[in-house]
């Protein structure tokens, strides 16, 4: 069901409950739409580059943008301050970049695989971001003999440039990337963050990514102070690049 309430811009609809997006027939009514009290799924959206039809939108619970053809950015969510849950991003097959979210201050956690364009993230202005994770890896077989397999690759994805504000970060897990070869970004955040109330240190994994090297990963857990000494175990890194540490599978992923 939707709502609205005086504006005078137009941006009028609160819609409660989840909304999903996946023919121009949705486009009109949407122009007006400003709260979604629920899941906003973009999904297998052909023949449009961008999502102008959501410029009123300000606050979400989260956002699926799944299977689109031809979706080249975020460009149209200008206005789009909070996403209180996920911001899951799989399967688009033209995604280059996640620029467009030029208000967006707080995300509650990203989730971003099988993109096979995807080169940078340009998620510039948000300043908390809860966890952080590109793909997965499952595990075929079990026991001993378990094999971890890389799944949800975003193979131009090198780095996470374009984090330029963020200070508070739960955790960064980066699995099965075949090209990712910087933490530079992530060092720099870790640098930057508001240590937790607790103590608690963020969840750092790194797992099949096996162009990423050894010093890379040192570099991350010494902005966290753990000392250049620091060995991470199979958990915490395996399977990177010249990285005799095997995945875990008997337990699962």
């Not at 998620?123 to 971890?148: K, M, V």
């Not at 990712?180 to 963050?193: A, H, K």
């Not at 005799?244 to 699962?252: I, S």
Request: aromatic share 6%.
């Amino acid at each position: 069901s939707s709502s609205s309430s005086s504006g005078g811009d137009g941006c009028t609809e609160v819609v409660e409950g989840d909304v999903e997006v996946n023919d121009e027939s949705d486009f009109e009514w949407l122009r007006t739409v400003r709260e979604v009290q629920g899941i906003l799924t973009i999904a297998e959206l052909t023949g449009h580059t961008n999502v102008e039809f959501l410029e009123c939108l300000e606050s979400v619970q989260g956002v699926l943008v799944r299977d689109t053809q031809s979706l080249l950015s975020f460009d149209g969510l200008g206005r789009l301050r909070t996403i209180e849950g996920e911001l899951a991003v799989r399967g688009n097959a033209s995604l280059e970049t996640l620029r467009g979210l030029d208000s967006l201050e707080e995300i509650g956690q990203v989730w971003i695989r099988d993109n096979p364009e995807l080169s940078r993230l340009e998620l510039e202005n948000p300043t908390d971001i809860g966890y952080f994770r590109l793909g997965w890896y499952e595990c075929d077989g079990s026991g001993p003999d378990a094999t971890a397999i890389p799944r949800g690759d975003n193979p131009k994805l090198t780095g996470l440039d374009g984090f330029g504000q963020v200070t508070m970060v739960s955790g960064f897990v980066i699995e099965g990337q075949s090209s990712f070869s910087s933490t530079g970004t992530i060092v720099d955040v870790l640098s930057r963050r508001v240590p937790s109330p607790t103590g608690g240190l963020p969840d750092i994994r790194f797992h099949l990514n096996p162009a990423l090297a050894q010093d890379e990963i040192g570099a991350v857990f010494g902005a966290l102070g753990l000392g250049e000494e620091f060995e991470p175990t199979s958990g915490v890194a395996c399977e990177n690049q010249d990285d005799d540490n095997k995945c875990a599978c008997e337990a699962g992923s």
